[in-house]
C-alpha cells in the first residue's frame, strides 16, 4: 500500500473529480430510486407510465456510467506511470479481467433486461421469480463485482498505481450501496409476495 501512495499524484484534479463521480452515481441512484418508490416522481412525470419512467432512469444511469468511465481514464493518465506487473503479464492480467468483468456485467443485464437492471422494481415493476443463472449462480452481484474488475483491469493496463486506489474505493463505495439496496430490495419483494393470492391462502 505504501508504494501504491508514494506513486500518486494527489495534486492533480482529474483524480478527485473521478473519485466524486464513483461516489455520485450509487448514491444518487439510490436516493431517486427510493424517491420514486416512496412518491412515483419520475412515473408521474411520464403521465403514469412506469416503464416509461424506467427507461428513462435506465438512460440516465447509463450515460452517467459513461461519463465516470471517461473521468477515471483521463485521471489514469494525468497520474504517473510505474510497471506493476513484469512482461507478459501487463498486458494478459488486465485483458483477463476486463474480458471477465464486462462479461457479468453484461450477462447480468441479459438475465435481468432493462428494467430488472436498472432499477426497475423501485417503480413496481416486479421480476416474477429470482434469476438463479449465469452469472448469478457464481456470484451474488456480479454486475458490482464486474465493474469493479474493470476499474482494476484499467489501472494494470495503464500502469497507474493510482488506478488500484481508485478500484479499492469503488469496492468499498459498492460495498456501501449494496448494504442499502439489499435490504430495500427485498422488502420490496416481500411485501408483494405477502399480498399474493397464495400468501392470503396460505392464512
Known amino acids: 500500500m505504501a508504494a501504491i501512495l508514494s506513486n500518486i499524484d494527489w495534486s492533480k484534479q482529474s483524480l478527485w473529480i473521478s473519485l466524486a463521480s464513483i461516489t455520485f452515481n450509487p448514491t444518487a441512484w439510490n436516493i431517486v430510486a427510493r ?10 412525470i411520464f403521465g403514469g407510465n412506469a416503464k ?46 476486463f474480458f471477465l468483468g464486462q462479461t457479468f456485467v453484461i450477462s447480468s443485464t441479459w438475465a435481468l433486461g432493462i428494467t430488472g437492471t436498472f432499477l426497475g422494481d423501485y417503480f413496481g415493476i ?14 451474488r452481484d456480479p454486475m458490482y463485482v464486474g465493474s469493479t474488475m474493470c476499474f482494476a483491469a484499467g489501472a494494470l493496463w495503464y500502469e497507474r498505481p493510482a488506478g488500484l486506489l481508485i478500484t479499492l474505493y469503488v469496492y ?32
Open 172 to 203: 468499498i463505495v459498492y460495498l456501501i450501496a449494496l448494504r442499502f439496496e439489499g435490504p430495500f430490495t427485498d422488502m420490496i419483494y416481500s411485501t408483494r409476495a405477502s399480498k399474493s393470492p397464495e400468501s392470503k391462502k396460505e392464512l
Open 35 to 44: 424517491n420514486e418508490f416512496h412518491n412515483k416522481t419520475i412515473t408521474r
Open 126 to 139: 416486479l421480476m416474477d421469480h429470482r434469476v438463479e443463472g449465469f452469472p448469478f449462480n457464481v456470484l
Open 52 to 97: 416509461l419512467g424506467c427507461y428513462f432512469l435506465a438512460l440516465c444511469i447509463f450515460t452517467a456510467g459513461i461519463v465516470r468511465d471517461t473521468l477515471y481514464e483521463r485521471a489514469l493518465k494525468d497520474q504517473p506511470r510505474v510497471q506493476i506487473l513484469p512482461e507478459p503479464y501487463n498486458v494478459l492480467v488486465p485483458a483477463v479481467l
